[in-house]
């Protein structure tokens, strides 16, 4: 080769290594740059939206992480998301202070420039944020979601309220508030009363609910702060540790159940009650009604408990 066409062709590559550069985040180039290139699994999550909208996300490790020229690392994992709207796309990790974000395109251009992000998904802890052209637009709320772990196929999802939970077909949610503390002491949520059908034959009330509830501005979060005249326990069920407390109470042939799983170190401070509701199955006539299952009740409400998931 002369010494004109090695110079060419040096230009030439020097060019192209520019062009990619800048163009890297494209989904066109940013497998070039292994940005997008699936490597392996490490984890696959369900959130639900607000309008009940879904996304599907598998998140993948990249190849070994690079530096830019000033020092930056550059991530090379990738997020590959199923959207209820029939929109699926592959993005590329980025720099992110907080959670873990990916988008399509380059973060450092502006919104209307060649190459700029377009769409952004951004998990962080529990919940994912979504721009589109830097904007909450479609997906809004976004909250995961555990699989259903059997009997449990509705879905409650607030992104105001900051939680999503699984709960049995036929159970109906509702916003709520506890009044039972006293005057000014009320305390709002959202319950789901149980199946009617649970109830009808037994001794059990068709009013009996699991609730999520919440106390802003709290300095902690105890059982004591969503129940009378008790003293809180800690329970720790595997990774998790509560704040517990219970109480009963009897009138007119009624007896009350009420259990209350505090989790310390949420705020606003987040409980989950159980108001199991029944009568006395002595005052009934022989025959009448049968007594309700009261462990398989209690064993109903700890799976629905255990799908809680929250964002703060």
């Given at each position: 080769?002369?010494?004109?066409?090695?110079?060419?062709?040096?230009?030439?590559?020097?060019v192209l290594a520019l062009v990619a550069?800048?163009?890297?985040?494209?989904?066109?180039?940013?497998?070039?740059?292994?940005?997008?290139?699936?490597?392996?699994?490490?984890?696959?999550?369900?959130?639900?939206?607000?309008?009940?909208?879904?996304?599907?996300?598998?998140?993948?490790?990249?190849?070994?992480?690079?530096?830019?020229?000033?020092?930056?690392?550059?991530?090379?994992?990738?997020?590959?998301?199923?959207?209820?709207?029939?929109?699926?796309?592959?993005?590329?990790?980025?720099?992110?202070?907080?959670?873990?974000?990916?988008?399509?395109?380059?973060?450092?251009?502006?919104?209307?420039?060649s190459g700029a992000e377009t769409f952004?998904?951004?998990?962080?802890?529990?919940?994912?944020?979504?721009?589109?052209?830097?904007?909450?637009?479609?997906?809004?709320?976004?909250?995961?979601?555990?699989?259903?772990?059997?009997?449990?196929?509705?879905?409650?999802?607030?992104?105001?309220?900051?939680?999503?939970?699984?709960?049995?077909?036929?159970?109906?949610?509702?916003?709520?508030?506890?009044?039972?503390?006293?005057?000014?002491?009320?305390?709002?949520?959202?319950?789901?009363?149980?199946?009617?059908?649970?109830?009808?034959?037994?001794?059990?009330?068709?009013?009996?609910?699991?609730?999520?509830?919440?106390?802003?501005?709290?300095?902690?979060?105890?059982?004591?702060?969503?129940?009378?005249?008790?003293?809180?326990?800690?329970?720790?069920?595997?990774?998790?540790?509560?704040?517990?407390?219970?109480?009963?109470?009897?009138?007119?042939?009624?007896?009350?159940?009420?259990?209350?799983?505090?989790?310390?170190?949420?705020?606003?401070?987040?409980?989950?009650?159980?108001?199991?509701?029944?009568?006395?199955?002595?005052?009934?006539?022989?025959?009448?009604?049968?007594?309700?299952?009261?462990?398989?009740?209690?064993?109903?409400?700890?799976?629905?408990?255990?799908?809680?998931?929250?964002?703060?």
């Amino acid at each position: 080769m002369t010494k004109t066409g090695t110079i060419v062709t040096v230009v030439v590559l020097a060019v192209l290594a520019l062009v990619a550069w800048e163009w890297r985040y494209s989904p066109m180039f940013s497998k070039l740059f292994g940005a997008t290139t699936q490597g392996q699994l490490l984890a696959e999550a369900h959130y639900q939206c607000d309008g009940a909208k879904t996304i599907d996300a598998s998140f993948y490790g990249g190849g070994p992480a690079s530096t830019t020229s000033s020092g930056q690392p550059v991530p090379t994992g990738s997020v590959q998301l199923t959207l209820s709207d029939n929109r699926s796309m592959t993005l590329a990790q980025t720099l992110s202070a907080d959670g873990t974000r990916y988008s399509d395109g380059d973060p450092n251009k502006q919104q209307g420039q060649s190459g700029a992000e377009t769409f952004v998904f951004w998990s962080k802890g529990n919940g994912a944020l979504v721009l589109e052209n830097n904007v909450q637009k479609s997906f809004i709320g976004c909250i995961q979601v555990v699989n259903d772990p059997g009997g449990l196929p509705q879905v409650y999802e607030s992104g105001a309220n900051g939680f999503s939970l699984r709960y049995p077909a036929n159970y109906v949610a509702k916003d709520y508030t506890y009044q039972e503390m006293g005057p000014g002491k009320d305390i709002h949520g959202v319950k789901f009363t149980i199946d009617p059908a649970i109830a009808s034959g037994t001794n059990l009330s068709s009013d009996s609910y699991i609730s999520v509830e919440q106390l802003p501005n709290t300095a902690s979060c105890t059982a004591e702060k969503f129940l009378d005249q008790v003293t809180a326990s800690t329970l720790t069920e595997g990774d998790t540790s509560y704040s517990y407390a219970s109480s009963t109470g009897a009138g007119a042939g009624n007896r009350y159940e009420e259990q209350v799983f505090a989790m310390p170190g949420t705020n606003p401070c987040v409980a989950v009650r159980y108001y199991i509701h029944y009568g006395a199955i002595q005052n009934y006539p022989d025959g009448m009604v049968k007594e309700f299952d009261h462990n398989a009740l209690v064993n109903q409400f700890d799976a629905i408990r255990k799908t809680l998931t929250i964002v703060q």
